[in-house]
């Protein structure tokens, strides 16, 4: 059985989860890429038996799902052997419902939005106030929500770095990592934390790694140069800096940051 055949069985077999789940939009979707493959694919007769079997389950899913029949004002029907005729009803269905839940889309990830400025700043409220435990648990419960989003977990680690809670931090920081290991962002992050705890070799090791995928960003050619610094590798933190102005001539920081080094060396 090829890959397609498989693929497309198992797309049938993922409506009733989607619906279930709410997510009517991608339940159409599926059905209807998984109907596309049966028209255009040259099926042997027990094979299309089969996906005729089912898709008729899966079509009466989605016909008599409850959230379709409240915003839905056309009848959708299915009948085996009329395949072409419900692609057709499919692919109506489907536009109807990207042009009328985006609205719906949009708003609630305006309030999701919200919910979680909300939420970071009652966490920042804690920390400000010394309560880490209480926002360790406001953080804990946001991040449940969305284990792979890295973007709030490197938005937490913030918080917690602003307020000295390395060991916190990081552990936002290795978790954002994992999510999304080629981000310059998250390891010039890690860069800044591990360099802030005094762990100067390996907050080099990721400035390197950030600037492996990001050569052209002067901040992290900066940041690395405080490390440089701070190891006292006057050569290495004129170097950064030398970098940092090539790509930025009006950035001040780094500008001073050369002038410092060069008159280490000096002495």
Known sequence: MS?????????????????????????????HEAVNFILTAALMKHELQSFTEALDKAAYLLVNDRGLKKIYPLQLLYKPGQEREFFTALTDLYAFLQ????????????????????????????????????????????????????????AIADLFLQYGKYDDALEYLMSAHADNPESAHV???????????????????????????QTGDEYIHFNLGRVYVDMKRWKNAVASADRALAINPDFVEARKMKLFATKQMGE
Do not use: C, P, W
């Open 99 to 154: 042009e009328n839940l985006a609205d719906e889309a949009n708003a609630h990830l305006a309030a999701l939005a919200e919910y979680r400025r909300r939420q970071l700043e009652t966490g920042r409220n804690f920390l400000q106030g010394e309560e880490t435990d209480k926002a360790r648990q406001i953080f804990r419960h946001l991040v449940d929500g969305a284990r792979t989003d890295a973007d709030l977990k490197v």
């Open 187 to 213: 390891f010039n992050k890690l860069g800044m934390l591990l360099r802030k705890s005094g762990r100067l070799q390996e907050a080099e090791k990721f400035y390197i790694q950030a600037l492996e995928r």
């Open 3 to 31: 890959a397609d055949i498989l693929k497309a069985k198992k797309q049938l077999g993922e409506i009733s989860m989607l619906l279930k789940q709410g997510k009517l939009l991608a339940a159409v979707a599926t059905l």
